[in-house]
C-alpha cells in the first residue's frame, strides 16, 4: 500500500509541504529534547471518554483557515473561541497545527488548551514518530492520523506510539477500504471524513455508508458538512458517537451561538 496520495492532489500538496517542514524542525528540535518535553507536559484529560459522553458529542475545531474556503475567521483568538465553545456544549477541541494552508500553530493548541478543561486532539498531518512526540510535548490529549497518507506498518506504529504516550489517536477514512486498513491496523476510534481530501467534495452520505462497518466497540465519528441538528440527530441514530464540526463553527459571526444551535433541537432540547 502507497504512503503517498495520488500525485497532484491537493493532499499529496500538504504532505509534501508538511515533510520538507518536518525535516527541518527535527534537525532544530531532536526527539530527545521532545522525549524531554513529553517528561514536563500536563497531564493527559481522557479523549476517548468525552466522545462518549450521553447526547449529541460535537468535537469543536478551532481552524483559522482551510484549502477549500481560504481564510475562514480573522481576527483568530483561540482562547476565546475554546472557551465560548466549551460553555456552549463542546465535548473536546480539534486543533489545526499546520501552518501553510490552513494558518493553525501548536501555539494556538496550547493556549486553547490552558485556557479550558475539555480534552484537545491536534488535527494535523502526521506522519513520522517524532511529531507524535512534538505532538504530546506540547500538552495534546489526542492527535489525527489520515489512513490515506500513511502506509499500514506505519499507521500501526504511530497508533501503538500514540498509546505507549497515554494518547489514542483519532484515526481517519473515507473510503470502505481506508476503513478495514484502519481496523486492521488497531484503530479504536474512527472518523468519517465526509471530504474526500484529494477532491475536497463533501458527501454527509460517506458516514451512512461506512458507519455499519465500524465495530461496536469502537468510537464512532462523523466528520465534515455537518451544519444543522437534524443532520447529528440522523447520523447519531445510525451509530455515531461524536462529531467533528469546523468550518461551520468558524464562519459564524457568533461560533457559540452556531453550536447551541447544533446541539438543541427547535424544542430546546438535546
Given at each position: 500500500?502507497?504512503?503517498?496520495a495520488n500525485?497532484?492532489?491537493?493532499?499529496?500538496?500538504?504532505?509534501?509541504?508538511?515533510r520538507a517542514?518536518v525535516?527541518?524542525?527535527?534537525?532544530?528540535?531532536?526527539e530527545?529534547?521532545?522525549?524531554?518535553?513529553?517528561?514536563?507536559?500536563t497531564p493527559?484529560?481522557?479523549f476517548s471518554?468525552a466522545?462518549?459522553r450521553?447526547?449529541?458529542?460535537?468535537?469543536a475545531e478551532?481552524?483559522p483557515a482551510?484549502?477549500?474556503r481560504?481564510v475562514?475567521?480573522?481576527?483568530f483568538?483561540?482562547?476565546?473561541?475554546?472557551?465560548?465553545?466549551e460553555s456552549?456544549?463542546?465535548?473536546a477541541?480539534?486543533v489545526?497545527?499546520?501552518?501553510?494552508?490552513f494558518?493553525?500553530?501548536?501555539?494556538?493548541l496550547r493556549d486553547?488548551r490552558?485556557?479550558?478543561?475539555l480534552p484537545?486532539?491536534?488535527?494535523?498531518?502526521i506522519f513520522d514518530?517524532?511529531?507524535?512526540w512534538?505532538t504530546?510535548?506540547n500538552?495534546a490529549d489526542s492527535?489525527l492520523l489520515?489512513v490515506?497518507?500513511l502506509?499500514?506498518?506505519?499507521?500501526?506504529?504511530?497508533?501503538?506510539?500514540g498509546r505507549e504516550l497515554?494518547m489514542?489517536?483519532?484515526?481517519e477514512?473515507?473510503?470502505a477500504a481506508e476503513l478495514d486498513?484502519?481496523l486492521?491496523?488497531?484503530?479504536?476510534?474512527?472518523?468519517?471524513?465526509?471530504?474526500d481530501?484529494t477532491?475536497?467534495?463533501v458527501?454527509v452520505e460517506?458516514?451512512?455508508?461506512l458507519?455499519?462497518h465500524?465495530?461496536d466497540?469502537?468510537i464512532a465519528?462523523s466528520?465534515?458538512?455537518?451544519?444543522?441538528?437534524d443532520?447529528?440527530?440522523?447520523?447519531?441514530a445510525?451509530g455515531f458517537d461524536?462529531?467533528?464540526?469546523?468550518t461551520h463553527?468558524?464562519?459564524?459571526a457568533?461560533p457559540?451561538?452556531?453550536l447551541s444551535?447544533?446541539?438543541?433541537?427547535p424544542a430546546?432540547?438535546?
Amino acid at each position: 500500500m502507497s504512503a503517498h496520495a495520488n500525485p497532484g492532489t491537493v493532499l499529496d500538496r500538504i504532505l509534501e509541504a508538511r515533510r520538507a517542514e518536518v525535516d527541518h524542525r527535527k534537525r532544530v528540535v531532536p526527539e530527545t529534547v521532545l522525549k524531554y518535553g513529553v517528561k514536563a507536559a500536563t497531564p493527559l484529560r481522557d479523549f476517548s471518554a468525552a466522545l462518549c459522553r450521553d447526547g449529541l458529542n460535537v468535537l469543536a475545531e478551532l481552524k483559522p483557515a482551510s484549502p477549500s474556503r481560504g481564510v475562514l475567521r480573522d481576527p483568530f483568538d483561540p482562547v476565546t473561541l475554546a472557551q465560548a465553545l466549551e460553555s456552549s456544549g463542546a465535548c473536546a477541541l480539534s486543533v489545526l497545527t499546520e501552518a501553510e494552508f490552513f494558518r493553525g500553530s501548536l501555539k494556538n493548541l496550547r493556549d486553547a488548551r490552558e485556557a479550558i478543561q475539555l480534552p484537545v486532539l491536534r488535527k494535523d498531518f502526521i506522519f513520522d514518530p517524532w511529531q507524535v512526540w512534538e505532538t504530546r510535548a506540547n500538552d495534546a490529549d489526542s492527535f489525527l492520523l489520515i489512513v490515506a497518507a500513511l502506509g499500514d506498518g506505519l499507521l500501526r506504529e504511530l497508533i501503538a506510539l500514540g498509546r505507549e504516550l497515554g494518547m489514542e489517536p483519532l484515526v481517519e477514512v473515507h473510503t470502505a477500504a481506508e476503513l478495514d486498513r484502519a481496523l486492521t491496523a488497531g484503530a479504536r476510534i474512527l472518523g468519517v471524513n465526509n471530504r474526500d481530501l484529494t477532491t475536497l467534495s463533501v458527501r454527509v452520505e460517506t458516514s451512512f455508508e461506512l458507519v455499519g462497518h465500524i465495530p461496536d466497540d469502537c468510537i464512532a465519528v462523523s466528520e465534515s458538512g455537518l451544519r444543522t441538528h437534524d443532520d447529528l440527530s440522523k447520523l447519531r441514530a445510525a451509530g455515531f458517537d461524536a462529531f467533528l464540526i469546523g468550518t461551520h463553527l468558524m464562519i459564524s459571526a457568533d461560533p457559540a451561538a452556531a453550536l447551541s444551535s447544533l446541539l438543541l433541537s427547535p424544542a430546546g432540547t438535546q
